[in-house]
Nanobody, 128 residues
């Protein structure tokens, strides 16, 4: 069982920044691929960013590329999502996801169904 807890959400003005954190339990955290997804009101959950288990591969949705950065600190069992130049359309609940099964892919994983553990989500609201 892996426990996933997101933090760092809040209210920010357009153009501002936030850093989300995701802490996941498990002695083999360094082997987990991790991802961030978001769900805006009335919309389906969508991919935001992901990072491979080693951190050597990262990927982003086109809508956040150049503004968001995903990183990980395996010593702290934590993944981060640095969000800069925030826009009103970034308003959503942000979810952290963990993939614990399968082989150790060297690539980031953007597919929601690949992840088997999810956090409860953290609200990000960007005012225009």
């Amino acid at each position: 069982q892996v426990h996933v807890v997101e933090s760092g959400g809040g209210l920010v003005q357009a153009g501002g920044s936030l850093r989300l954190s995701c802490a996941a339990s498990g002695r083999t955290f360094s082997r987990y691929a991790m991802g961030w997804f978001r769900q805006a009101p009335g919309k389906e959950r969508e991919f935001v960013a992901a990072i491979s288990w080693s951190g050597g591969s990262t990927g982003y949705a086109d809508s956040v590329k150049g503004r968001f950065t995903i990183s990980r600190d395996n010593a702290k069992n934590t993944v981060y999502l640095q969000m800069n130049s925030l826009k009103a359309e970034d308003t959503a609940v942000y979810y952290c996801a963990v993939k614990t099964w399968g082989t150790y892919s060297t690539q980031y994983i953007p597919l929601e169904y690949e992840y088997d553990y999810w956090g409860q989500g953290t609200q990000v609201t960007v005012s225009s």
